[in-house]
């Protein structure tokens, strides 16, 4: 019986899952927290979500395959497990329907004041004209999309549904997409000035961290929204704390922090033009069941010796020995 070691913090819904649809010939071993880690030892297979402590390591010694929960792999040292053989897999594409509705979410939670309105009325006031000036409409407005990947992809989608002109930058031009659906290619610095809803759907790596800092935010319209659904220290939080404060932009609407848990004291959380998520994006009840599915795909593929599900999905091929 080959085992899978299952590290990290899950929902009971999605834990359980995991549990009953262990492929045959595999026992599914827990090892949720760095006390039980010594559980691992005989475990051939690894599936880990959120951040694991890096002391992991030297706790597998017979692993030859880590199966990540999700598509993130920031805080991962894709080298040191490189250097072991190991292939570090994610699951791309597989959150990105949702992450998408949430970051549609929160535009229009920003755009109408949801969050005001309904806060007045459970203070017993009926605001119905009070937001006037400060409520809009997302057709016919510029939605600039860093980040044209799966999620950005969606993104594009939905809020080409609702009248909006779509453009992005990536460092991958996407010719099919202008061709096909109607989008823009441009620079960062254009994308930076033209958006009105200003949305970031690129990974977290040494490239893009602090990659919106003061500079870039002072290039934005004052009108402009920005939406972070991708990580946190993308963006210079002090720096957009300022921009928020001193009307260089008009609204943040966020679900990642450069510090989760968020703390309660942090100045974003005074704001009224702030948004606020909690890293919620990949999380609904009816996704756990692909995420499960995707995740047993890929480490029977690897143990069958077949490709996986796509050729994107291992994250440190560039390391492997």
């Not at 880990?48 to 390591?57: A, E, K």
């Not at 309904?118 to 980040?147: A, Q």
């Not at 692909?290 to 480490?299: D, P, Q």
Request: proline fraction near 5%; include cysteine; hydrophobic fraction near 40%.
């Amino acid at each position: 019986m080959k085992k899978i070691g299952l590290v990290g913090i899950y929902f009971p819904g999605a834990y359980n899952a995991l549990h009953e649809n262990v492929p045959e010939g595999f026992e599914l071993i827990d090892a949720l927290s760095p006390e039980t880690y010594g559980n691992l030892a005989d475990c051939e297979y690894l599936i880990s979500r959120l951040d694991i402590d890096p002391d992991i390591i030297n706790h597998t010694p017979n692993v030859k395959f880590w199966q990540r929960w999700g598509a993130g792999f920031d805080r991962v040292d894709l080298a040191a497990w490189g250097e072991r053989g190991i292939p570090i897999a994610t699951c791309p594409g597989v959150n990105s329907g949702i992450v998408a509705e949430l970051a549609i979410m929160l535009m229009l939670a920003g755009y109408r004041n949801l969050l005001q309105i309904n806060r007045n009325l459970r203070e017993g006031h009926w605001p119905r004209t009070e937001y006037f000036d400060r409520s809009f409409m997302i057709r016919g407005k510029t939605v600039g999309i860093l980040g044209l990947g799966h999620i950005g992809k969606k993104v594009a989608a939905l809020v080409s549904a609702f009248g909006a002109n779509v453009i992005y930058y990536d460092i991958i031009r996407m010719h099919e997409q202008e061709e096909k659906f109607g989008y823009r290619y441009v620079d960062l610095d254009t994308l930076l000035r033209e958006s009105d809803i200003f949305s970031i759907h690129c990974p977290l790596d040494e490239s893009t961290r602090g990659m919106i800092g003061r500079s870039e935010l002072e290039k934005m319209k004052p009108s402009c929204m920005l939406i972070n659904t991708a990580r946190g220290p993308i963006v210079d939080e002090d720096a957009l704390v300022d921009a928020l404060s001193t009307g260089v932009i008009a609204t943040a609407c966020l679900d990642t922090y450069g510090k989760e848990p968020l703390p309660k004291d942090h100045p974003l959380l005074t704001l009224d033009n702030v948004v606020a998520s909690a890293h919620a994006g990949g999380n609904t009840k009816d996704n756990h069941i692909n995420m499960v599915n995707y995740v047993y795909s890929n480490i029977l593929k690897f143990d069958q010796g077949l490709p996986l599900n796509t050729d994107k999905d291992i994250v440190n091929a560039q390391y492997l020995k």
